[in-house]
């Protein structure tokens, strides 16, 4: 059976779909003042972005679009993704880019020690993307990244998030033994993953 639409449309002359088209359109209805976004302006937000900027670190603030990024940034939070912005896998939920990412970056955990403490975090959290291109799937990376805070920032609490390391064996191990103040993993569930 075909389904019609109508080409003369609405009033606007724009096509309407058949369960619309004998209704009266709904008027646009502005957002309320809690939900909209302002884009970030502020000092603190623009004194975050150079420091990230110059420590040449990504993160899931600007990777994922995220709204709040004015907010958090302006009280100098950030979540700092390591071992590049190229991840492994193709998660149709995600909007990190995918493909063969590069080399890991060996000066990247000194960098990110000291970028927490440039910024003077009470607590920073860490995370990645997937690089099951690595034996390890970068877990060793993770730990060097917990000891360089350790060794730059004293006063921050260190929380991770880890990818699955999946089929990396005893991964998860190496970074538990950097022994970080709070342990988390995503859990990718992708075609392409199990």
Not at 21 to 45: C, F, H, M, N
Not at 102 to 108: I, K, N, T, V
Not at 186 to 194: D, P, Q, S, T, V
């Amino acid at each position: 059976m075909a389904t019609l639409l109508d080409i003369k449309g609405g009033p606007d002359g724009r096509p309407r779909h058949p369960e619309k088209q004998g209704r009266e359109d709904t008027p646009l209805q502005r957002k309320p003042p809690w939900i909209r976004v302002k884009a970030p302006t502020s000092e603190g937000y623009l004194e975050t972005r150079q420091i990230v900027r110059d420590a040449k670190l990504v993160t899931v603030c600007e990777e994922a679009g995220c709204p709040n990024i004015g907010e958090c940034w302006t009280r100098k939070h950030a979540t700092l993704m390591i071992m590049g912005d190229t991840c492994t896998r193709a998660c149709s939920f995600c909007n990190v880019r995918t493909g063969m990412p590069a080399a890991l970056d060996a000066d990247e955990p000194r960098r990110v020690g000291e970028t927490v403490a440039k910024m003077g975090l009470g607590h920073v959290v860490i995370t990645s993307v997937d690089r099951d291109d690595l034996a390890d799937g970068g877990a060793e990376h993770f730990a060097s990244v917990v000891r360089a805070i350790r060794h730059s920032a004293r006063q921050a609490t260190i929380e991770i998030l880890t990818p699955d390391f999946l089929r990396k064996g005893d991964a998860a191990n190496i970074v538990i033994d950097a022994k970080p103040d709070v342990f988390n993993h995503n859990l990718r569930l992708c075609r392409g993953c199990i």
